[in-house]
Every structure is written in structure tokens, then in C-alpha cells.
């Protein structure tokens, strides 16, 4: 099969009558029909259309005569990761960037995952073949993720550990059978939940996790006993005049619970086991393979960002400010260092010890970290660009009255009519400051973990003693 379009995505996911819940209301019928999934779902839909159409070259590969999406493609060569880089900015520029869960993210995940999956193969034989099982099995039928990797924020300090007697908060096994582990309780932050085919769950590690909670799994979204409970919808109408981005790409998130979920012995990875969980994640390139991905689409992002301002600057015209060419300058000096960073990770790429060309991480870690703290500042540029702008924002609804005439009359700029003028200003407003452009900039913060601990991981991973000894050297001449 290798390949599907946007057609066979919705049908399938159609088919599945995942358990999801909106708004205190279990989702009948088509979910593709439902009016907080409909946009999403069509732009995920375009997407799958796109490399089985005009971007198939490079949206796509060939493995023994075969075609698959590229984002599952084991990068073997630089050539191989400047394709994955390409494949996923053109999935991003679909949305502006805006969607942080597109089907390459979790298919990189998994890819990284199954060429590292001998690492836990001494003590969970079975679960090495497991993941490579299924990422196989994924490649090959076009799968779509969604996953979660964290608990619910319960109690955040340091020594705080749940009474396992009590009825269990954060998901863990509960018993043993022999078709595989009963799983009951919550987890956190299924992005897409209920709208993909399968659901990865994995212990990332860190602190606070023991054996206990660590365990990895993926099974399908229709699991019985499995629900997806999403947050409120930010797509509140169709109109793609009044609310360009959230109407298309608000990607739900949602509180995933397992109600004696069956987890088949055939889709476990480990469990009980934090060591297999840091080994995984730590040892093989899936931290530089997913960041890769990550900072592949926040170029975009950033691309976006500067068109969407320098786009203000010119419809009313103050582009002779100095304070004006100082904030685009701080985009561009933001996008031109991503750009740097992502490319410098391609040309210092080396291959793992599977074989697997990995690019360098420390320009990734840097980057994404950079991004985490930059985007919040562009966003209040955008801002501070619209000023009241953002604020006096007819809809299409009275664009569309007999009023409409004198709204495109009363509100033009220098460079366009009243109409287009506020459609401009309506996707600025859509970006920074409602509901969805709020979620972004929230998510963009801690798009890879804590920003602090991310600070913290880039000082004891980043290979310092070659500049101790330059100064060392040097102060003895």
C-alpha cells in the first residue's frame, strides 16, 4: 500500500468511531462532519493528498519498489536528511507552521524509535521486535499518531509519589494477563487525540519517574476502554475571513483515559523498566531526529511571522520608522539563526551506530531552545505592529451586509481596500492574540520540555573541555 491520500485518511478515521468527547458531548457520527474536527481534518486530509500528488518526489520515497511517506524514510545520507527537511517544510507551509502534530512528527518518532529498538533488546527481546513490528506495519498502511508522553500535574514536587493502593490518577498497569497489561488511569497531552490511527504512549524519563511508571505501547485509537476527552475548541466558525488559522488548524488536545484498556503483548515495548525508557530515548538519535523535524517547521513558522509583519508594515505604510525596521530586523535575525542552526545540524551530521545519519544536536538543542523564547517576543511584535488594528475587526458577516461598502470605504489603508485590509488584520489577530494564537505561543514555550530544563540538559551535554583547554593552552604561551 505505502502510501495513502486525504480520501482514504478520512474514511479510515471515519471507520475507527474513536471514543472522543467535545464539549461534555461524546462525538456520533462522522467525526470528519464534526464542527470542532471538520477544519483540522480537511487540512490533514490535504496533506495526504499532497504526496500522492503535484510533492510526491519529495514527499515520498522508494525502498525495493515500494513508495512510503518520506517522513518515515531511515535518513542514511546528508542528501537523505535535506529531503526529510524539505518533505516536512513543505507540509508546513500549508498551515504557516501552525501545526505543531502534522503526520511527520510522530512518523519521525517512530522511525527513530524502531532504529534504536536494539538497545532494549537484552531485556525486552519481544518489545524490540514490537517496535520494529510496528513501525513496519506503520509504513506500510500510511499510519497516523498521536501520543502522550507525560502525567497529570497532580503535585509537582520533587518527592511526591502516588499511593498505589488508592485508585490510580496517572495511567499505570494494573494487571497482569495473559494476553497482555490491563491499564487504568489518565495521561496527558494527546495533541490530535482521537484523530489519528494509533495512540504511542511512552516514559520519556526525567525526574520523578520510576520503574513503576515507566512502560511504552501503541495501540489503535479505537481501543476498547480508551477515551480522548479534548479541551474546548478554538475553531469557533467556518469562516476562514473571520478566523483564518483556528477554522483550519486547530489541533485539539486532549486527556487521554484508560478504563482497563487491554495493551496485547504484542504492542508492549517495556514496562516497568526506567532504564529501557532513558535508553531509548537517550541513547539512540531520536532527540536529534525528532528536533530535526521540530526546527525544520519553526523556520517556517518564522517565515510566516515575518511575511504576516513586514505584510502590516506595508498595508498602512510605516515601514520609514526606525522603531519599525528595528522590530522586522529581530524576525529576521530570529528566522536567518534557525535557518543557521538547521542547516549547520545537516552539514555536521555523522552516522549513529545503526547506521542511521543523525544530525548534530547541539545546533538543535540550541535552536529549538532559541525558538522557545524568541516566538512569544514576535508574536508581540506582530502586536505591537496591528496596534488598534487588531482590535476594530468587522466579519465577513458585515463585509456582507449593506453596510459592507462603507466598511471597505472607512477602513482602507494605504495600500488596500477595507476588505482586504481587515482580512490581513484578522490573520495577525488569529496568530498572536485569540484563543488559538494564544494556545501557539503557549505551546511553542514548551514545545520540548521545560525551557529551563532544557537550558539545563544543553550544559551538560554540550561538549565544553576543548575550549577549557584553548584557554589553558594559551595562557601557558
Request: one cysteine or more; aromatic letters at 12%; glycine letters at 8%.
Amino acid at each position: 500500500m505505502g502510501i495513502i491520500d486525504g480520501k482514504e485518511f478520512v474514511t479510515r478515521l471515519n471507520l475507527l468511531k474513536n471514543d472522543v468527547w467535545v464539549k461534555g458531548e461524546r462525538v456520533k457520527g462522522d467525526i470528519s462532519e464534526h464542527s470542532a474536527f471538520q477544519g483540522v481534518v480537511k487540512s490533514k486530509a490535504g496533506l495526504y493528498d499532497m504526496q500522492a500528488g503535484e510533492h510526491k518526489s519529495v514527499l515520498t520515497h522508494s525502498e525495493e519498489g515500494k513508495t512510503y511517506g518520506t517522513s518515515f524514510m531511515k535518513p542514511k545520507t546528508k542528501e537523505d536528511l535535506e529531503k526529510r527537511r524539505k518533505a516536512t517544510q513543505i507540509w508546513a507551509r500549508k498551515s504557516g507552521g501552525m501545526m505543531g502534530r502534522a503526520p511527520d512528527y510522530m512518523n519521525t518518532a517512530l522511525m527513530a524509535f524502531s532504529s534504536g529498538a536494539s538497545l532494549i533488546e537484552k531485556k525486552h527481546k519481544k518489545g524490540s521486535e514490537n517496535i520494529v513490528q510496528l513501525y513496519e506495519e506503520a509504513k506500510n498502511l500510511d499510519l497516523s499518531f498521536t501520543h502522550t508522553y507525560v502525567s497529570p500535574q497532580v503535585n509537582r514536587g520533587s518527592f511526591y509519589y502516588e499511593k498505589l493502593e488508592e485508585e490510580p490518577i496517572a495511567a499505570q498497569a494494573v494487571k497482569k494477563t495473559k494476553d497482555g497489561l490491563l491499564f487504568k488511569g489518565a495521561r496527558l497531552l494527546a495533541t490530535q487525540g482521537g484523530l489519528t490511527d494509533e495512540l504511542l504512549v511512552f516514559s520519556t524519563g526525567g525526574r520523578g519517574l520510576d520503574d513503576k511508571g515507566a512502560f511504552a505501547f501503541s495501540i489503535p485509537s479505537n481501543t476498547e476502554g480508551l477515551t480522548f476527552l479534548c479541551r474546548e475548541p478554538f475553531s469557533y466558525h467556518s469562516s476562514s475571513f473571520n478566523y483564518p488559522l483556528s477554522s483550519r488548524f486547530d489541533e485539539l488536545d486532549a486527556v487521554v483515559i484508560f478504563n482497563n484498556v487491554l495493551v496485547p503483548w504484542e504492542r508492549l515495548f517495556f514496562y516497568e523498566d526506567k532504564q529501557a525508557a532513558e535508553s531509548l530515548f537517550l541513547g539512540s538519535s531520536y532527540v536529534a531526529l525528532i528536533l530535526h523535524q521540530v526546527v525544520s517547521r519553526q523556520v517556517v513558522k518564522l517565515e510566516f511571522t515575518l511575511g504576516v509583519a513586514q505584510s502590516i508594515v506595508d498595508t498602512i505604510n510605516i515601514s520609514e520608522y526606525q522603531h519599525v525596521q528595528a522590530k522586522i530586523s529581530e524576525i529576521v535575525i530570529a528566522l536567518e539563526t534557525m535557518r543557521g542552526l538547521l542547516l549547520t545540524s545537516e552539514k555536521e551530521a555523522r552516522k549513529d551506530q545503526f547506521g542511521i545519519m543523525a544530525p548534530s544536536v547541539h545546533p538543535l538543542y540550541v535552536a529549538v531552545t532559541l525558538f522557545s523564547n524568541t516566538y512569544p517576543r514576535l508574536t508581540e511584535i506582530v502586536e505591537l505592529l496591528g496596534a488598534s488594528g487588531l482590535i476594530t475587526l468587522p466579519t465577513e458577516a458585515d463585509f456582507d451586509s449593506e453596510m459592507g461598502e462603507k466598511l471597505d470605504y472607512y477602513l482602507q489603508s494605504f495600500s488596500k481596500g477595507g476588505y482586504e485590509r481587515v482580512k490581513l488584520f484578522r490573520l495577525a489577530w488569529d496568530m498572536t492574540l485569540s484563543a488559538f494564537g494564544t494556545r501557539q505561543t503557549l505551546y511553542e514555550r514548551f514545545f520540548f520540555g521545560d525551557p529551563i530544563r532544557l537550558l539545563s540538559n544543553m550544559y551538560h551535554s554540550y561538549p565544553k573541555k576543548n575550549y577549557q583547554e584553548f584557554v589553558e593552552n594559551f595562557l601557558k604561551q
